[in-house]
């Protein structure tokens, strides 16, 4: 199986293939000799590659997850070759305008725009309000509020569409 | 001596004053919020007294329930750690008069020092430097803009009840006062109740640099010297040092005495930290808090003083017992904050449950934490999950003792500011000592980093690989709904079975399991 890892936003193509219950794994072309063990099913792995020992932690899901290694954190994407296509094709749909979304869950306290309403670059739209603080969440680009999705008063997950925007041609 | 007290604090600070009481053969009493029912600090105390509620304010913030914990538990005096009621004077008072003993400063210290307004006017009138700026707070943006020709930007806007970071921005220019203001105001009323302003002049190349003090009853008051805390970000503090490569024996002699005379200006007990601002040899005072810190920890590493004996001592009403000449510092200490946020992403708040848990250990490597596996972090309470805190003969010896601590530390479920914190540390510029309160804001930390990638992506698709396997294979729930969800867009095209999704449908399907 082929996979495309972006790490901390560098993107390498890595092949797993298992034979014979061993894995057999190419970075970038380069194949590697690596034992992977669970240690706990918590998100520690044992990590054994070319007789260097790495102890890794891993949490996330199938897409995104990250991994630490001697208290660096690295933040990784993962997309197999369906998955890279599709989203290939959803980027170049959603170009020039776009959904704002929670950089963080909180509650939002002021809504700034409305439906209709024509913003510039860096424009405040709304303000979300996370353990006490507040932050301004800005439109990306000039455009036109295509659907407001929160109310004031709202509480708002870390990735939730906050705003629609539809760019200005 | 107390026999017993009841601390009004949750988290890592409440455990830490429970440790000395046990130390001290003092018996402490936990209050709880309903979601930290199974928290640490409730565990680990004598007794614990249910507050209800989840909110701040419906718990650790309010004054009758945690008054009322006190009276039945038969507690004889009251430690507030920091943060909630600490700096509340009208608390303070209520503590008092209900005949027991508030473990920090008398009320009127702390409002003389509480409110940041006051607290420059008193320093004013005792000769303590202070920052150029208004005494007054701004009525609105208009007010503000007239200031700021005065005082000369760039200008700092800060809230007259505030801490924390909460209801700060700073102003570079005329264009950004008004939405600096209105979200300054916003976070000042929704933290404090009190939505008012002042405004101040920021310094250049600025340096939080701190003096901590301590006062007993009898008028006898010394400091335990200074902690630096210039590495910030949002105006929240990250890595904390003592003592700080800028000041000197004599400096350290000035600022004291300056921290000893802004304290006794206004009738100060107990322990208290007075935040200076300096910059290039000069010092200003910034405000004074009438509390233990949570940077306390690197002070008692120096000094080889445990600051919360000390609170408990001389609110008991002991003497200090010791002079300044007799207080010396030793090597030097870093404490590193892990806080609950995102570094990836502007350091926002990261919620989860703590899934995996790696302390530390190791010589000279202090933890204070309140943290558990299955520890669920919300947005309820602030986002610190512990303090690391190590020891060494010299600075450089504790640079690398941190290094070291961190890279073996690992909080699993919430994202940390721990990755933050080394990069600092392994900055050639932080370990020359060459830094200032901008400091963080100058590493980029979504800049790839040159290191183990390979390693990481190889794991990463190794660990798909499985999961994907085990998706494919397994007969669990989630592997089914895991199922659903990959198909659930295709469905959406299909007229829906409606019998087969119906509820009733489903519950009668539910009964009839084991």
Known sequence: MKYYITVNGKEHQVDVVERLGVLRVAVDGKALEIDYQEADNLGQVALLCEGKSFGLSIEGDEHTLSATIAGHLYAVEIEDERERAAHAAERAQAKGGGVVKATMPGIVVRLLVKEGDSVAKDQPLLILEAMKMQNEMTAPADGVVKQVHVREREAVSGGAKLVTLTATS | MFRRILIANRGEIALRVIRTCREMGIESVAVFSDVDRKALHTRMAHSAVALGGALPRESYLDM??????????????????YGFLSENAEFAERVTNAGLVWIGPPPAAIRGMGDKITSRRNMKRANVPVVPGLTD??????????????????????????????????????????????????????????GSLYMERYLDEPRHIEIQLMFDRHGNGVHFGERECSIQRRHQKLIEEAPSVVVTPELRAKMGAIAI??????????????????SKGEVF???????????????????????????LRVAAGEKLGYEQKDIQPRGWSIEVRINAEDPFNNFVPSIGTIRNLRAPGGPWVRLDA?????????????????????????????????????????VGGVRTSAPAA?????????????????????????????????????????????????????????????????????????????PFADAAAADATTEVRP
């Open chain 2, 137 to 194: 707070p701004v009525a609105d943006v208009d007010a503000a803009l007239a200031a700021a020709e005065t005082i000369g930007y760039p200008i700092m806007l800060k809230a007259a009840a505030g801490g924390g970071g909460k209801g700060m921005r700073i102003v570079r220019s005329k264009a950004d006062m008004a939405s600096a203001f209105r979200t300054a105001a916003g976070e000042a009323l929704a933290s404090f109740r009190d």
């Open chain 2, 370 to 410: 309140a943290l558990y596996r299955g520890m669920e972090v919300s947005l309820n309470y602030d986002p610190m999950l512990a303090k690391l805190i190590v020891w060494a003969p010299d600075r450089a010896g504790a640079i690398a003792r941190m290094r070291r601590a961190l890279q073996e530390l690992n």
């Open chain 2, 285 to 311: 005072f910034l405000e004074m808090n009438t509390r233990l810190q949570v940077e306390h920890p690197v002070t008692e590493m120096v000094y080889g003083v445990d600051l919360v004996r000390e609170q």
């Open chain 2, 64 to 81: 009758d329930k945690v008054l009322a914990a006190a009276q039945s538990s038969g507690a004889e005096a009251i430690h507030p750690g």
């Open chain 2, 422 to 498: 080394l990069r600092v540390l392994e900055d050639e510029r932080f370990q020359q000592g060459n830094f200032d309160t901008h400091f963080l804001a100058t590493i980029d930390l979504s800049k790839p980093l040159e290191g183990e990638d390979v390693i990481v992506a190889a794991a990463a698709a190794i660990h798909r690989h499985f999961s994907s396997q085990r998706k494919a294979l397994g007969t669990d729930a989630s592997s089914r709904r895991a199922w659903a969800t990959r198909s659930r867009g295709r469905q959406s095209s299909y007229p829906p079975h409606r």
């Open chain 2, 261 to 278: 005379a802004a304290g006794k200006a206004v009738g100060y007990e107990n322990a208290g930290t007075v935040e200076f601002l300096y």
